[in-house]
């Protein structure tokens, strides 16, 4: 089975700071990875994903992710942040063959002016 | 196209209550599912759907009871309601061939459920 933990429930940032939001993953198989975001009483949209190749890969809203296999990790930076990037951010997996996708217990972004 | 709509937004129930909430996505998508929000613990698999007439439990079944008539259409049966039901709860629909490349998973906006 795999799980997926996000290692900060709430992380407070400075506006124009740059921000990491960090995700660790567990899984015996090959994994989809995945970034969604869910701004204030709305559902989630993706904002990136890694499937294979590239290990950095860039997302929407100027948020990028790395996929490290050997420290099963997939953490979330973005260089500057915005107010508007203040939202619930949740990290999945999705083991290779496999139907469901397992989210982490996702980390509140607060960006402070 | 609408995406993934969900009714009601919101739902206050007394206990032993049964309701049914309901989604449904126009994007003729095979893969539908239903999840829980609860805070600290993300998103949580209640039941999904990989086609009409298929249904499959997911992590937290227990107390819900799904069925998939239709392609558009993958409704959510509280039998009776308890107070642990209270939760937020997300509709999502997807493209996906059984074991293949994982299309993005389009997310409802949510029905906010209170069992007092």
């Known amino acids: 089975a795999q799980s997926v933990t996000q290692l900060d429930s709430q992380v407070p940032v400075f506006e124009e700071a740059p921000v990491e939001l960090r995700c660790n993953y567990s899984?015996?198989?090959?994994?989809?990875l995945f970034w969604y975001v869910q701004y204030p009483n709305q559902g989630l949209q993706l904002l990136l994903k890694?499937?294979?190749?590239?290990?950095l890969v860039k997302g929407i809203n100027g948020f990028e992710a790395e996929f490290n296999k050997s420290q099963t990790s997939f953490h979330l930076r973005k260089p500057s942040v915005h107010i508007s990037d203040t939202a619930e951010y949740f990290c999945?997996?999705?083991?290779?063959?496999?139907?469901?996708?397992?989210f982490g217990q996702g980390t509140r972004l607060t960006i402070n002016p | 196209n609408a995406g993934v709509t969900q009714t009601p937004k919101f739902q206050v129930l007394k206990t032993g209550q049964s309701m049914t909430l309901q989604c449904a996505q126009d994007?003729?998508?095979?893969?539908m599912s239903w999840y829980r929000q609860d805070p600290g613990m993300g998103l949580r698999l209640i039941h999904y759907?990989?086609?009409?007439?298929?249904?499959d439990q997911g992590e937290v079944p227990n107390g819900y009871n799904v069925s998939r008539s239709t392609t558009e259409d993958f409704p959510l049966r509280l039998l009776s309601a308890a107070p642990s039901q209270t939760s937020v709860y997300f509709c999502?629909?997807?493209?996906?061939?059984?074991?293949?490349?994982?299309?993005?998973?389009?997310f409802g906006p949510g029905t906010r459920l209170t069992v007092t």
């Open positions: 759907s990989v086609g009409a007439g298929i249904t």
């Open positions: 890694y499937l294979s190749g590239s290990t």
């Open positions: 994007m003729n998508h095979e893969y």
């Open positions: 999502a629909s997807s493209y996906s061939p059984l074991g293949g490349y994982p299309y993005e998973q389009y």
């Open positions: 899984s015996s198989v090959s994994v989809y």
């Open positions: 999945a997996v999705r083991a290779q063959g496999a139907q469901k996708l397992v």
